[in-house]
């Protein structure tokens, strides 16, 4: 008889994983939640028709074993990228001010015809990206080593 693995089994690791379905996604969604990132590292590249942010992540995967053992929690910075992008819209985001930082709520996708769809990205403050893709296709890699958060905490979440 065998068993399932664990996920304390694993090793400790950089993030590198990608969504092409909705379940896909709600995985990302749930690892970027309360991300923090400012203005000035949001960035779309019309010709290769990518969007990305390079985020400060809390590492929600980490959380347990920082509580088991008593240390501080840790945030790593990570990219997270949507491809086939045709439209960036946003809403409560003011670009001029690349010191704003934001913080993400949320990661859904509204399908449409034969694929296509809208990425919405909701921030806290009422703030919201929508990007049109001809696809679903969301990245999310880490690219540091983790950190100790700033504020040594868990973010906190309305009940």
Same mark, same amino acid.
Not at 140 to 145: A, Y
């Given at each position: 008889?065998? @068993? ?6 694993? %090793?400790?690791? $950089?993030?590198?994983? !990608? ?13 970027? &939640? *309360? ?5 000035? #590292?949001?960035?779309? *590249? %019309?010709?290769?028709?990518? +969007?990305?942010?390079?985020?400060? %992540? +809390?590492?929600? @995967?980490?959380?347990?074993?920082? /509580? ?20 960036? &819209?946003? &809403? ?18 509204? $399908? =449409? #015809?034969?694929?296509? =769809? %809208? ?32 504020? !040594? !905490?868990?973010?906190?979440?309305? /009940?």
């Amino acid at each position: 008889m065998s @068993e399932d693995a664990r996920f304390e089994d694993g %090793r400790e690791a $950089p993030l590198r994983l !990608k969504a092409l379905d909705t379940e896909d996604l709600a995985v990302i969604a749930a690892l970027v &939640q *309360d991300a923090v990132f400012p203005a000035a #590292e949001m960035n779309w *590249d %019309r010709k290769a028709r990518r +969007f990305a942010i390079l985020l400060n %992540r +809390f590492r929600w @995967e980490d959380a347990p074993k920082a /509580e088991k053992r008593r240390r501080s929690y840790e945030r790593v910075q990570a990219v997270l990228a949507v491809e086939d992008v045709l439209k960036v &819209q946003t &809403q409560g985001v003011d670009k001029a001010d690349a010191d704003m930082v934001y913080s993400l709520l949320a990661i859904a996708f509204l $399908p =449409g #015809e034969d694929g296509t =769809g %809208r990425v919405e990205l909701t921030l806290a403050g009422d703030g919201a990206i929508a990007l049109e893709v001809e696809a679903l296709e969301v990245l999310l890699r880490d690219v540091t080593r983790p950190y100790v958060a700033p504020s !040594k !905490k868990a973010p906190s979440h309305p /009940e």
